[in-house]
């Protein structure tokens, strides 16, 4: 299956940089906040190596930044155009989730 | 310090120096979290271990597109380096193994296995070319490079590589005054069992190795002064189509030892052996077959460098840069 990949680099659900966006919507959070917070709403457990991979490919991107701090545990904010591609990219998965629902019977009355 | 926090710091060699300079403290303050008075478990440290590497891939334009296109290209051209100097330690192995299959072959040699020979060896011949001129066309920037002081940039890894270079050299010294020691039929790892072959067999195995190292480490210091020269756009690009060759070159050269290999086993498997022409002989050789998988590995490399020269989205100019 090929699908045409986003600019932003943002794919599947279960993708550390869209899991960080989600979990940055409701505010800026640190590295261990972040982990955190995406294992209570997705269940998904990100190392280390993982979730700083993924931070640095976003905020090469723009998609989030960095605050300023004096604490070695820096936090992270999503920016404009990070809460854009995420808008984006939930408005793509809500379509698919939608579909898929609909053609499982999960919504009543509704036609694929 | 403390133990955890030094655990931290320490997990993070694995990681290029800006990336370590920008996200260090913060990555390590994430361990001591994450990992409270524990010890890191073996999968986090690997896992750390390879996105460290990755990291340092990205940085390097080898993976991800993090760099600009021309970073990339040349990280792709560099690794088709890299594939040729295993390449050649695995031709050498292939050389050495068909010694005078071009001279005068087998009796009962198949036109198949003499033509794939000669294939391998033309296409060997061409190869050579191609890497001598990336590296000709390299020459002015390299020296615009030393008179801009770069000099101490690369010493340590040109004098290691001197170091083993010499090294190698008066192996191979020894190697030759061993040989003349020995019989034709002696040095060719028949008669086993005499103690003055043993010795030869052992020598030369070592004096491979030490060269195989050399040439790693000439390769080494190779990839280190070409990522600090400033290449002109008409350079990279010229170095990059002259990569893609080498790696055609690579591929072909194996496909052309597969074919060697498969014809002379079915028409001639005693050569495979050194045994003598008509003699019973098995087609399976241990140091072909582990040349044939050096071979390949090397061809896997150069075609993922000659891909990422090719993705990069760099095209193959010709005027002035």
New interface residues.
């Given amino acids: 299956m090929t699908r045409n990949r986003q600019p932003t680099g943002l794919r599947r659900s279960n993708d550390p940089p869209v899991l960080i966006l989600t979990s940055l919507a409701a505010g800026p959070k ?3 906040a972040l ?1 955190k917070d995406i294992e209570d709403f997705a269940g998904v457990t990100l ?7 993924a ?3 976003l905020e ?1 991107r723009g998609l989030i930044a960095p605050l300023e701090t004096d604490d ?3 936090p992270y904010r999503m920016t404009a155009t990070g809460s854009a591609a995420l808008a984006e990219v939930v408005d793509d998965m809500r379509r698919i989730a939608d579909i898929g629902a609909s053609r499982l019977g999960l919504i009543p009355g509704a036609l694929a | 310090m403390s133990r955890r926090r030094s655990e931290g710091f320490g997990l993070l060699r694995w990681y290029p120096p800006g990336w370590r300079e920008r996200y260090g403290e913060e990555f390590a303050a994430l361990m001591e979290d994450t990992l409270g008075n524990r010890p890191p478990t073996r999968r986090l440290r690997l896992t750390t271990a390879l996105t460290g590497l990755r990291e340092r891939g990205r940085e390097t334009g080898v993976v991800g597109d993090s760099v600009p296109p021309v970073d990339r290209a040349r990280a792709g051209s560099l690794l088709v380096l890299c594939a040729w100097a295993a390449f050649v330690v695995a031709g050498s192995s292939f050389a050495k193994l068909s010694e005078g299959f071009g001279l005068a072959g087998p009796t009962g040699t198949a036109s198949v296995s003499s033509g794939a020979y000669r294939s391998v060896m033309v296409v060997a011949i061409v190869a050579c070319l191609v890497v001598a001129a990336g590296m000709a066309i390299a020459v002015p920037a390299f020296l615009r490079f030393l008179r801009g002081g770069g000099w101490p940039l690369i010493r340590r890894h040109v004098v290691r590589a001197l170091i083993a270079s010499g090294v190698g050299v008066s192996a191979l010294a020894v190697l030759v005054g061993l040989a003349h020691t020995l019989t034709s039929a002696q040095r060719d790892g028949q008669l086993v069992s005499h103690p003055a072959v043993w010795y030869y067999e052992v020598a030369f195995i070592a004096t491979m190795l030490l060269l195989a190292v050399a040439l790693l480490l000439w390769t080494a210091a190779a990839v280190v002064t070409a990522r600090r020269l400033d290449l002109t756009g008409t350079i990279v690009s010229a170095e990059a189509l002259l990569a893609a060759t080498a790696a055609a070159a690579m591929v072909l050269m194996t496909a052309a030892t597969a074919v060697w290999w498969g014809s002379t086993a079915s028409s001639t498997p005693w050569f495979l052996q050194g045994a003598p022409a008509g003699a019973a002989g098995s087609p399976l050789n241990i140091q072909l077959a582990a040349t044939m998988v050096l071979m390949l590995a090397a061809s896997i490399l150069a075609g993922y460098g000659a891909s990422r020269v090719a993705r990069s989205g760099i095209t193959f100019r010709t005027g002035p840069g």
């Fill in positions: 640190h590295g261990h982990a190392g280390p190596g993982a979730l700083y991979g931070i640095t490919r090469e070695r545990r820096r």
